[in-house]
């Protein structure tokens, strides 16, 4: 029979691997406490149209890649119609949850984290997955309390400098642009759909579609024979209107004395709808062709346009299969040996063996447990094998003596150890 594979695009994490992954999520998880971000949880299906309402229609993500189906119901008779998608990102979700829980009635701004999986059928390749994990943060509130200032932006971008820190990625490159708001974009658009005018002819088909319903999207076009005349075109820092510029300068003075260096970056939209004011991306040398390692953005007028109140808000997504990526570049490997290798020998030792492993992994000291089937050569091997650090023979004489012979696979060296120390000694030498 021909084996089951996993999906297209989807990949199994496996140790050791997964200790990376792990030791990510517990250094970001530290940093948000220190921010005072707190985790929320949105399920991964959501309704189709909150993307569609959000990231957009236009968008590639909405139009090109999502994961959807029209829900039938459990019975014939059910009335079927509505569409649920697999979220391809969490910003949407995180918004209608605060939304539909009416988070804007809690004191000040929230400041919101999570970690979870999304979805996106793109064409997989390294560094990009249909399945793939972000790590994001959110802060939105109502405007009265504070959450449209340009030092929310600041505090965001400042806290990801310190988060790449601490989980060991150095040599990263702060892009930062801003995408307007409703009120300058009008003018923008009209002088891209002017600018686009004379060109459009030479155009992919999505360019040629685009420039009519949603312009700015024509910028997201990654056609190699696009590019040129992509580059040609107007860019919106040239249009902006009075409080955007302000917002953005403001924003750019706050990075420059919390010292974090930033590159403007004009021609960066990032292929979502919701943006408005500070768009940003993180990129990392290391990384190759899918170079960005994270991205965000505001998004004032995102929670109108899904039927809440006023809420302007920040927020970015970092790709965690990137960061991990990114992080064994730097060739920190993390790998956590075993303790101690329990070799019970002889008839009637497993039972030994068993308690032993017991007492010992009450005492913090990590454990596995042998066989009593295995010879004394067997059962070091096997030791030496799974990295262990130590291997514990568990004899008839050393039960019945109280003493206990304890190898160091490191340096070779075996000494008797009293079974009340053993959890002592080995502990000492980690
Ligand atoms: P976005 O949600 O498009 O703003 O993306 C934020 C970050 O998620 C990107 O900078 C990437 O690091 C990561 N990302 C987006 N799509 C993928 C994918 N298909 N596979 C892996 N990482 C991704």
Not at 141 to 164: Q, W
Not at 306 to 334: C, H, K, N, W, Y
């Amino acid at each position: 029979m021909s084996a089951i594979k996993s999906i297209r695009g989807t990949r199994d994490l496996l140790p050791p691997e997964t200790a990376q992954w792990n030791f990510v999520e517990a250094a970001v998880r530290d940093v948000f406490r220190i921010y005072n971000f707190h985790e929320i949880r949105t399920p991964i299906i959501e309704d189709l149209q909150l993307f569609q309402r959000s990231v957009g229609e236009e968008t590639d993500i909405v139009s090109k890649e999502m994961f959807a189906w029209e829900d039938r119901g459990r019975a014939e008779s059910e009335k079927s119609g509505q569409w649920i998608a697999l979220r391809p990102e969490n910003t949407a979700g995180v918004v209608r949850a605060y939304i539909e829980h009416k988070m804007w009635e809690r004191p000040g701004l929230q400041r919101l984290f999570y970690i979870g999986p999304q979805f996106r059928r793109e064409r997989p390749q390294k560094g990009r997955y249909r399945q793939f994990y972000q790590i994001g943060a959110e802060v939105i509130g109502p405007p009265a309390a504070g959450s449209e200032s340009p030092t929310v932006d600041a505090e965001v971008i400042e806290m990801l400098a310190t988060l790449l820190d601490r989980v060991g990625i150095s040599g990263w490159t702060l892009e930062l642009n801003s995408v307007g708001c409703k009120d300058c974009r009008p003018a923008y658009n009209n002088a891209l759909r002017e600018a686009l005018a004379g060109v459009i002819d030479k155009m992919c088909s999505d360019c040629q579609r685009r420039a009519v319903t949603n312009p700015l999207r024509v910028l997201d076009c990654k056609v190699p024979a696009d590019q040129p005349i992509i580059a040609k075109l107007p860019v919106m820092l040239d249009y902006l209107d009075e409080s955007c510029r302000i917002h953005f300068a403001k924003l750019q003075e706050l990075l420059t004395t919390l010292s974090i260096d930033h590159v403007v970056n004009a021609q960066m939209v990032r292929g979502i709808d919701y943006y408005v004011k500070t768009a940003f991306e993180f990129t990392h040398g290391a990384l190759g062709a899918q170079n960005a390692i994270l991205g965000g953005g505001r998004y004032d007028g995102l929670s109108e346009n899904l039927g809440g109140p006023p809420a302007p808000g920040i927020g970015f997504a970092i790709g965690e299969d990137r960061f991990v990526m990114a992080r064994q570049q730097s060739g920190d490997t993390l790998t956590q040996p075993v303790d101690v290798y329990i070799a019970p020998l002889g008839e009637g030792m497993d039972r030994e063996a068993a308690l032993l492993a017991r007492e010992l992994r009450r005492h913090d000291v990590s454990a596995e447990l042998g066989n009593e089937g295995f010879r004394l050569k067997k059962s070091l091997e096997t030791a030496s094998r799974i990295g262990a650090r130590y291997a514990l023979i568990v004899g008839e004489n050393e039960v019945s003596s109280g003493e206990f012979a304890l190898k160091n696979l490191g340096t070779g060296e075996q000494q008797k150890v009293p079974r009340r120390e053993l959890a002592k000694i080995i502990q000492s030498s980690r």
